[in-house]
């Protein structure tokens, strides 16, 4: 997990079932300049979808030594990396704090491919990521990587 960073993840819903939480989202926006000013472009999850679907793993505050659940889906659409995943049953606590809206943004960690920086507007466009994890987190990168429905 050599240069390992750090990006922004907009939830779009989250479901309790039979004490399951599961979360549904866009884990990237293609071409949002974010408060690192970097713009990902689309395309740029293609290659880790598809050599390591599911070797993502799903995490509180980037710990990737203690995951709190599974990604269940990701896939790249238009507007960005959608992503469906569900917590283990024994994160109570981190449920709690996702329904009282304390915890309602998410980030992703990865490592950077292929790059290109514009010195002219100070913007680096991520061509190709490879990622290593979501996080449930308490500040994101983005604005808008917020929760939208529950």
């Not at 704090?97 to 002219?120: A, C, P, Q, R, V």
């Not at 990622?131 to 429905?149: D, K, Q, R």
């Amino acid at each position: 997990m050599k240069n390992l960073n750090f990006k922004n993840f907009e939830i779009k819903s989250v479901v309790e079932d039979n004490n399951e939480m599961f979360i549904e989202g866009y884990g990237a926006v293609f071409g949002n300049v974010d408060g690192g000013n970097d713009i990902i472009d689309k395309g740029a999850f293609t290659k880790t979808i598809s050599e390591n679907r599911y070797r993502i793993a799903f995490c509180y505050q980037h710990d990737i030594y203690n995951p709190i659940g599974k990604i269940d889906e990701n896939s790249e659409y238009e507007y960005g990396l959608k992503i469906r995943m569900h917590d283990s049953n024994s994160e109570d606590d981190i449920k709690n704090k996702n329904k009282k809206k304390i915890l309602k943004e998410m980030s992703i960690g990865y490592s950077t491919i292929k790059s290109d920086y514009n010195s002219e507007t100070d913007i680096m466009h991520l061509k190709e990521l490879k990622l290593w994890e979501v996080s449930l987190v308490t500040l994101a990168m983005n604005p808008l990587a917020v929760i939208t429905s529950m």
